[in-house]
């Protein structure tokens, strides 16, 4: 295996986008899982700071969010809770073009979400013994819009939406102060909520949003309380999901949706000019954005880098996509044929992987780990990012291997309802109090025979 370039790139290239090549290796499971591009996560380094924040807004609560919001956001507050007249004033500012497709969006998503609310299931194992698989929606969520370098109204679509087809009756929507806007965040967030019914919205970032979310805050005399969450959605940068790893059991989450992240699996008849743009469109996001092409096509990988190089001249956010093309989280990855391509996607399990072969659909259809996978020319990550209907927050960082992307069941439990007759609860007595007594638990098998004496 040799991780470094695999030929020299043409001068024009961008020579930065460097590759790891895997042909001819026998790399599998943890090996291969290892070698894979991710960026530097920080260790200790991200988990003291974020844990020191957790506490701290769980011990001084409005306090502490204040001085957070001063320390990081430049903002001075005394209340992080949105004014209603906010989010209307925010509505009826936004451009037509926007609220049109803001529309467009939430109806795509509201349709797909709809549609994956599942139904209970009720079996009858015997007569008089009936078994019930029942979904019940938690009671309140919090959930998190990102800021930043970008905007993100389409992050609180992707939240909402799904958790109002699940049916939850309390909805709190965070997102970053913004100096800017007068400590409120994004106008255009505002008005996102507005669209969608969301009235309690708080200018709360980073890891102390989480924090408030999970523990609940009392605001003092005259404000309401930030009340405690059931679960906690939403993506945001490392600090974010290092949060919501750290709160997991205090509070559910959808899964640890960090910076994000694009594979392209492509073979030789791929167009490296929709390749590069699209590598670009993640990269954009973030100078840690992880953008990586997987092909067993050298000329492909030596085209792709030419477009790259075309391309960030001409992109707006040209030195952060930069940034995020030469770190060690992006690259080609050479492989062998298009089967071992698909080893080594589910071996990266990215965020979100587009796949660009002869037979996509085919290829798309033996994936095993991605948080969404984008089939053929046509459906680039863009159009999940905004109108494809699915929903694009989604698992980060090799996550993806175990982890689902936000749904409607991220806002549902399951409880099993048991309802057994006394004829049906007597035909399984006698098994009952055998399996006790092999368990040395006599007293289960007392609690079914009182009931018969």
């Avoid at 989480?210 to 930030?226: L, T």
Wanted: hydrophobic share 45%; aromatic share 4%; glycine share 8%.
């Amino acid at each position: 295996m040799n991780i470094s370039l695999a030929q020299q790139p043409s001068a024009d290239s961008f020579a930065d986008f460097r590759t790891i090549d895997l042909r001819g290796s026998a790399l599998t499971g943890a090996a291969l899982s290892a070698v894979m591009p991710r960026p530097e996560m920080g260790g200790s380094g991200v988990e003291a700071p974020v844990a020191a924040i957790l506490a701290d807004v769980r011990e001084r609560g409005l306090v502490a969010l204040t001085e957070l919001a001063l320390k990081f956001d430049g903002v001075e507050q005394t209340s992080p809770r949105v004014p209603r007249e906010a989010l209307t004033d925010a509505l009826a500012d936004l451009a037509p073009d926007v609220r049109l497709a803001l529309a467009e969006s939430i109806d795509r998503a509201r349709r797909f979400a709809t549609a994956q609310v599942p139904d209970d299931v009720e079996v009858e194992i015997s007569p008089g013994a009936v078994v019930t698989h029942k979904w019940v929606a938690v009671r309140r969520v919090g959930l998190y819009v990102p800021g930043g370098l970008a905007v993100y109204p389409s992050s609180v679509v992707m939240n909402v939406v799904p958790a109002q087809a699940a049916g939850v009756e309390s909805i709190a929507l965070a997102s970053p102060p913004q100096k800017e806007y007068g400590g409120l965040p994004h106008p255009v967030i505002l008005a996102a909520a507005e669209m969608l019914g969301i009235t309690e919205v708080y200018a709360i970032g980073g890891a102390q949003a989480i924090a408030a979310f999970a523990y609940g805050v009392d605001c003092g005399a005259g404000e309401d309380a930030i009340d405690q969450v059931d679960v906690v959605t939403g993506p945001g940068n490392i600090y974010v999901a290092t949060a919501k790893r750290l709160l997991k059991g205090t509070v559910g989450i959808d899964s640890e949706a960090g910076t994000t992240e694009i594979a392209v699996l492509a073979d030789s008849t791929a167009d490296p000019r929709l390749i590069a743009a699209d590598l670009i469109s993640q990269a954009e996001h973030d100078p840690n954005a992880a953008s990586v092409l997987i092909t067993d096509s050298d000329d492909l990988a030596d085209r792709v880098r030419v477009h790259l190089s075309a391309q960030i001249a001409t992109t707006k956010h040209g030195d952060r996509v930069r940034e995020a093309l030469s770190g060690q989280q992006s690259g080609t990855i050479l492989v062998d044929d298009v089967e071992h391509g698909i080893a080594v996607c589910d071996a990266y399990a990215a965020e979100h992987l587009e796949i660009q072969t002869a037979d996509a659909a085919q290829v798309a259809s033996r994936i095993r780990n991605a948080g969404a996978v984008f089939v053929g020319d046509y459906s680039p990550v863009s159009l999940g990012d905004y109108c494809a209907g699915s929903n694009h927050v989604l698992p980060t960082g090799g996550t993806a291997s175990f982890a689902s992307g936000l749904n409607v069941t991220t806002f549902l439990k399951a409880v099993q309802v048991i309802n057994y007759s006394r004829s049906a609860l007597e035909e399984v007595s006698q098994h009952i109090t055998s399996l006790a007594t092999a368990e040395d638990l006599p007293a289960h098998g007392d609690a079914v025979t009182a009931r018969f004496h």
